[in-house]
């Protein structure tokens, strides 16, 4: 493959290349790459804006990590927070900066993914920066969502009497990591070896290629469901169900029995010689929801397999507990990811 140095482009043709097949699909996009500044109107709604930062070494490894599904989970990882306010993604900007040891056919790789998820969750790509890095590749991204101010759905609107619940299936996303860092130092001292990953597609998948819930937010639309209040898991339930707690000022009781780990993982947490439960308490990057709801709304929501009822909101003196299997009541903690201290 040949290889094409971006400095043979300079900054505003590297941006002009990565950008030329661009094609807006949201009316609100007024004005999008080309200008100063991209301009946008809601038609009335209110504009849900959130920015992630993504640093080689810190938040990923391209040791393992394909720059498709980086550009992919770059975008997605964002717009779970979108649809975590119960908004509909509408706008993304990605400023990347890149040191030298990275070419223009990798950047087209890594735009590959980006342009992937915005085609599959009907966003636009409206701007954004380039810049050189003295080390490493740094991805920012922001989201834009619109969304009915009588629909948006916070963290700190969680009442007594409330069903805790969550989409998908959790855990999995940290065992795929664990794989991964597995054969990575395998590689590293035995350079000739081949990795050893049969059978465990699922929870590398999980890990490498995530989606945000866009379906559940289009099953609450379909089914008149406002979530009481609602937060993306990107740091572990325990983390996010903690911070639902402080924010609304109340305690709660999950089951360790309905918290959702799929096969797979539990089959591959195993191996490790792990809990399933303890990887989807504190694992973190599954991007699935966790959210409440009234008790009115119960049987509505058991008629998607995708949302599991795991517990119940209560009054602040009763704490944040979970009951195991056992029947054993013990305090959540918060176990999950630190971006001050984990490092990939």
């Given at each position: 493959?040949?290889?094409?140095?971006?400095?043979?482009?300079?900054?505003?043709?590297?941006?002009?290349?990565?950008?030329?097949?661009?094609?807006?699909?949201?009316?609100?996009?007024?004005?999008?790459?080309?200008?100063?500044?991209?301009?946008?109107?809601?038609?009335?709604?209110?504009?849900?804006?959130?920015?992630?930062?993504?640093?080689?070494?810190?938040?990923?490894?391209?040791?393992?990590?394909?720059?498709?599904?980086?550009?992919?989970?770059?975008?997605?990882?964002?717009?779970?927070?979108v649809y975590a306010m119960n908004?509909?993604?509408?706008?993304?900007?990605?400023?990347?900066?890149?040191?030298?040891?990275?070419?223009?056919?990798?950047?087209?790789?890594?735009?590959?993914?980006?342009?992937?998820?915005?085609?599959?969750?009907?966003?636009?790509?409206?701007?954004?920066?380039?810049?050189?890095?003295?080390?490493?590749?740094?991805?920012?991204?922001?989201?834009?969502?619109?969304?009915?101010?009588?629909?948006?759905?916070?963290?700190?609107?969680?009442?007594?009497?409330?069903?805790?619940?969550?989409?998908?299936?959790?855990?999995?996303?940290?065992?795929?990591?664990?794989?991964?860092?597995?054969?990575?130092?395998?590689?590293?001292?035995?350079?000739?070896?081949?990795?050893?990953?049969?059978?465990?597609?699922?929870?590398?998948?999980?890990?490498?290629?995530?989606?945000?819930?866009?379906?559940?937010?289009?099953?609450?639309?379909?089914?008149?469901?406002?979530?009481?209040?609602?937060?993306?898991?990107?740091?572990g339930l325990s983390s996010e169900?903690?911070?639902?707690?402080?924010?609304?000022?109340?305690?709660?009781?999950?089951?360790?029995?309905?918290?959702?780990?799929?096969?797979?993982?539990?089959?591959?947490?195993?191996?490790?010689?792990?809990?399933?439960?303890?990887?989807?308490?504190?694992?973190?990057?599954?991007?699935?929801?966790?959210?409440?709801?009234?008790?009115?709304?119960?049987?509505?929501?058991?008629?998607?397999?995708?949302?599991?009822?795991?517990?119940?909101?209560?009054?602040?003196?009763?704490?944040?507990?979970?009951?195991?299997?056992?029947?054993?009541?013990?305090?959540?903690?918060?176990?999950?990811?630190?971006?001050?201290?984990?490092?990939?």
């Open positions: 493959m040949s290889r094409t140095e971006i400095s043979e482009f300079g900054e505003f043709g590297l941006i002009e290349h990565l950008t030329k097949n661009v094609e807006l699909q949201n009316v609100s996009s007024v004005i999008g790459i080309g200008d100063d500044a991209a301009v946008i109107d809601h038609f009335g709604k209110q504009t849900v804006v959130t920015t992630d930062l993504l640093v080689e070494g810190v938040h990923f490894d391209l040791m393992y990590t394909p720059l498709k599904h980086l550009g992919y989970k770059s975008v997605v990882v964002n717009l779970s927070d908004a509909t993604p509408t706008q993304i900007t990605m400023s990347i900066a890149a040191s030298n040891r990275f070419s223009v056919e990798a950047l087209d790789e890594f735009y590959e993914g980006v342009y992937s998820a915005c085609e599959k969750y009907g966003v636009d790509l409206v701007g954004g920066d380039t810049a050189a890095s003295q080390k490493g590749f740094i991805i920012s991204v922001t989201a834009l969502g619109e969304v009915n101010p009588e629909k948006i759905v916070r963290r700190s609107t969680a009442k007594k009497g409330d069903l805790i619940c969550c989409s998908g299936d959790l855990g999995g996303a940290y065992i795929g990591l664990l794989f991964l860092e597995r054969e990575k130092k395998i590689y590293l001292e035995s350079p000739g070896v081949q990795p050893d990953l049969e059978g465990e597609s699922y929870v590398i998948g999980k890990l490498l290629k995530p989606e945000a819930r866009k379906d559940i937010i289009e099953f609450f639309e379909e089914q008149n469901i406002i979530p009481t209040s609602m937060m993306d898991i990107s740091d169900l903690l911070h639902i707690a402080k924010a609304s000022e109340c305690g709660c009781v999950i089951y360790e029995e309905k918290i959702p780990v799929a096969e797979e993982a539990r089959k591959a947490a195993f191996k490790f010689e792990i809990d399933p439960t303890a990887c989807a308490l504190s694992g973190g990057e599954d991007y699935e929801l966790l959210f409440t709801l009234r008790q009115e709304d119960y049987d509505k929501v058991t008629l998607n397999e995708k949302i599991s009822v795991i517990g119940y909101i209560t009054e602040p003196e009763k704490g944040k507990t979970i009951i195991t299997k056992g029947g054993n009541s013990h305090n959540i903690t918060a176990q999950g990811w630190n971006a001050f201290k984990n490092k990939i």
